[in-house]
Structures are given as C-alpha cells and as structure tokens.
C-alpha cells in the first residue's frame, strides 16, 4: 500500500534519523527577512507573501521582478551586504544566496538571536525546513523529507497533486463555515465522522465539482434541518493477511479507513495498523501464551457487541483470515445472537503467504494434487488428527502454530508411513521484512528449527513441493539445507 517513493522517503529518514516537528506559522504581518535577491530568493519571497508575511529583502542588487516589487512597496529592500542588524525585528529568515560564507554567516546571526533560520537546499545550516506543498486551501498538506530527499518529497507532491480533487479547498471552507452547527447538531464523534464523509463523498461535493456552490451549500443546510439519520453500529471482521500490509485487500483497506474501532489481535502488524484512520481507537485484544483463551474471547465478544451498540463501526482485525484458525465463526455466531449487524472481509492466510513469499507452490502438479491446512495446536494427549491420512503421499500439508511441537509432527508423520526424506520448509515470519525460512527433510526438522532458533509465527510446510523452495525463493533469506 505504500508507495515505493514514501518507503524510499522511509529509508532516507532511517539512515539519517533527524525528527523535525512540523509547524504551519501564522505570518501575517510579521516581519520575515530573505536575505538575496536573485531568482530563488524571489520566489521564496512570493511564497511568504501569500502568507501574508512582511518581507525584507536584504542585497545588494535585486532581480527585476524583485526590483519591481520594492518601487512598488510590496518589498522593503535593504541594498548592501548582509549585517546582523538586519535581524532585528524579524521573525524568521531564509538565506538564499549563492554564497556559502553570506549564508552561514546569516545562519550564524539568527542562530545566536533564536531566529528560525532557513538556508534554501542547505539541510545542515536549517534550523527550520520548508516543506512541498499541496494547496487546497484552506486545507494544506505538506511534505517533508527531513532535508535529505527533496527531490522525493517534490515528486510526492506531484503525485498527490493528481490524486486530490481540486474541489477539496472549497469543500473544507464550506465545512468551516457550517462547523458549529455541525458539532451542535453531531455531538457524537463518530456520527460526526460519518456527516463528513458523507460531505467528502456524497451530494455536496459533487454540486462543487459541477461549479455550483449555491446547490452544495443547499444540500449541506438541507441534511442539517433534517436530521442526520440514526444508524446501527457494525462489525467488520477483517482478516489482515501475515504482516506485509500490501497483501491487505482493498475492502480491508476501506473498512480500515472507516472504523470508529479496532479490536485487534497480537498476530496483526504494526504496518497494517498504520494503514488504518488515525484517529480509530485501537484496542489490543490479543491472547498471550499462558492466559485464559476463553476469558480473552469473552472479552472480545463483549467488546465487539458494546461498541457496535453505541453506534460504532467495529473493525475486527485479525492475522491471516478470520476463518482459519482464527475463531472466527464464534465470534459471528455471538454478533448473530446479539442481533449485531456483520460483515466479512476475507484475508490471505499464512500457509497461501508463506507459500508465495517462500518460493513454494502448494499444488505442484508434479508432486501434490491436494494440500491442507492443519492445526499443530493440540495438546499430544488429546491428540484426535487423522496421521494416517496425513502420512500419505502427493499432498502438501500445512502446519499452523507448529513450532513447539515439531519433534512430534515428524515423529508421527514418519510412523504413519511419510517417508523420512520428505521435504519440509518452515517460514518464520513469513512476508515481513524479518522472514527467515529453513528447508531439509523431515528427518531433520526440529534439529535444524532449533540450530536456527525459530520462534513463532512460523508455518511448517510439508511435502514434496517444499524442495521448490530453495530454487524458486525470491524474499528474505533462505537458510537451505546446505547453503549455510
Ligand atoms: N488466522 C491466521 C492463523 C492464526 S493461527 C491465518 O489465517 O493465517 C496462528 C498461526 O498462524 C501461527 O502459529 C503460525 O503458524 C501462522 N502464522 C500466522 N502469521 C504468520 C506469519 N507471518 N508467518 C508464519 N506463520 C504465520
């Protein structure tokens, strides 16, 4: 979901791990100095200007436009070389000449008064950093590299330039202006956020994009006077897919994007949270080894059914799909009960993930003509799996939740009749950055699980097909058999 050029903005940020605190200033009629007069200084003057900054241009010589502007009074020109007294009764200051000496020199002066001082391009010498903008005022995004990318963050802008609609601006006015009677008549936060996604999405913006604001502002007053309609809350269990956040589906993305809250499991990754509305309530709901699993998911349930009666949309997220060893149905089932309003969102499960970030097809049909999903998850005392039917030969199995019992699974696989050379893979963390997968036989499985130290999550694959592993993988390390 995240666009190459942002992870490469990402990178760049984490190679120079410098946290700037971004700020829009108000600087109309205050005092700014820019010291320069050629071509960037006076577009860095321009810039000012529209925030209704106080300009003073400090230089020897001005650039005609520049020049112009000063005749006219629009800039208070300052003619000579730069003198710390120039700072006096200014604001900020932007240094934008071609002189290394006069800039550092300018940095030097605002440094030593408290002035904010920018050095155009020059990241080392900015105390505070001009951002690429996107101007749909009122509404303003701006972009950021830390200095380091500017060419990136420009490229950015362009793009979100195109993606944002340019009724955008008109739209935030028109809210502004009906703001208080908005919160008057919507107390309720999260009906509040449905009003204004109903504005982004509906009638009004589309009487904006046909240039007919009277009609907009009608259908805004008019849904006011009536009465924003009462709704029932809802579930959305949304399965989040293993952990890379681009394996997520577009209706996940969607009910992420709309949820008043998240209830999610320990499974989920911090880059698919990241995805979701800022301002959801995030609610950590994930069972830890050792605790009551039942008390956690009654708790779940009377979470899920709480919110969802205040009127809320509920996302319940969870690691893979629902629907796979995930306890999914009992949590529909207690909705259906409660008369809870409820929709699925299929996610990718690990054993399809781990599969494909692991170079693994599932159902090579050279070696498997079925695969299943099995839970590892048994105590060895209650154990009920059908081992003489997974010991058969042409099918891939997948083992979820695995990894203490690995000792046993080959045990048992072996005694029902699997061959001990069969090929095993063992994807810990499949799809995130730290994936690691381990292949050999399964004669071997859990000494080579411990030689490599592999922790849950990890999904066992077993059969034929896990040979194909090592020749066909494409992510993250593979520590094969021999390779090592
Ligand atoms: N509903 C989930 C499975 C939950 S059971 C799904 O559909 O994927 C938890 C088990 O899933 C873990 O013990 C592990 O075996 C597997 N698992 C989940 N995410 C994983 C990942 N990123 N890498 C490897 N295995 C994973």
């Not at 940020?13 to 071509?39: E, Q, T, Y």
């Amino acid at each position: 979901m995240i666009p190459g050029i942002l992870r490469a903005i990402v990178v760049r940020a984490w190679l120079f791990p410098m946290k700037l605190f971004p700020i829009f200033a108000d600087l109309k009629g205050r005092r700014v100095l820019v010291v320069g007069g050629g071509s960037v200084a006076a577009r860095k003057v321009l810039a000012l200007q529209e925030a209704g900054a106080a300009v003073r241009v400090g230089a020897p010589g001005l650039e005609p436009a520049l020049a112009r502007q000063a005749a006219e009074g629009g800039i208070d020109h300052v003619a000579g070389h730069f003198e710390p007294a120039w700072l006096d009764d200014v604001w900020l200051v932007v240094a934008a000449t071609d002189d290394r000496e006069v800039n550092a020199a300018v940095e030097a002066a605002a440094n030593a008064r408290r002035i904010f001082c920018n050095v155009v391009d020059v990241a080392e010498l900015s105390s505070f950093q001009v951002p690429a903008i996107v101007d749909r005022s009122p509404l303003v995004l701006a972009i950021s590299s830390s200095g380091v990318a500017p060419v990136l963050a420009r490229r950015l802008r362009e793009r979100l330039e195109s993606l944002l609609d340019h009724t955008l601006g008109p739209l935030a006015e028109l809210a502004a202006r009906h703001r208080p009677r908005i919160r008057a008549a919507l107390p309720d936060l999260g009906r509040r956020r449905r009003f204004y996604d109903w504005l982004l999405d509906g009638p009004v913006a589309g009487w904006l994009r046909q240039q007919q604001p009277a009609q907009a502002e009608a259908e805004l007053t008019g849904m006011l006077d009536r009465g924003w309609p009462q709704e029932a809350g809802s579930v959305v269990l949304v399965g989040a897919g293993p952990g890379d956040p681009g394996l997520l589906t577009l209706k996940a993305l969607r009910a992420l994007n709309e949820a008043d809250v998240i209830l999610y499991d320990r499974l989920t990754s911090a880059d698919v949270l990241a995805l979701a509305r800022r301002d959801a309530d995030r609610v950590s709901v994930g069972k830890l080894p050792g605790e009551n699993h039942d008390a956690t998911q009654a708790r779940i349930h009377a979470l899920m059914v709480e919110h969802a009666r205040a009127g809320r949309r509920v996302v319940r997220l969870k690691g893979g799909d629902a629907f796979i060893f995930g306890r999914g149905g009992e949590e529909l089932e207690h909705l259906r009960e409660h008369g809870v309003r409820y929709e699925v969102v299929p996610g990718v499960t690990a054993a399809l993930a781990c599969a494909a970030y692991a170079g693994i097809p599932l159902t090579h049909r050279d070696h498997a003509q079925s695969v299943r999903f099995v839970t590892a998850h048994c105590r060895q005392d209650e154990d009920t799996l059908d081992w003489d039917g997974l010991a058969r030969g042409s099918q891939t199995l997948a083992f979820y939740m695995g990894v203490g019992q690995l000792e046993y699974l080959s045990e048992r696989l072996i005694t029902h009749g699997r061959a001990a050379e069969t090929p095993f893979a063992l994807v810990e963390n499949g799809s995130r950055p730290e994936q690691r997968v381990v292949t050999g036989t399964l004669a071997d499985l859990a000494a080579r699980a411990r030689a490599h130290g592999i922790h849950a999550p990890a999904l066992l694959i077993v059969g034929e097909v896990a040979a194909l592993g090592p020749k066909l993988h494409w992510f993250g390390q593979s520590l094969e058999a021999h390779g090592e």
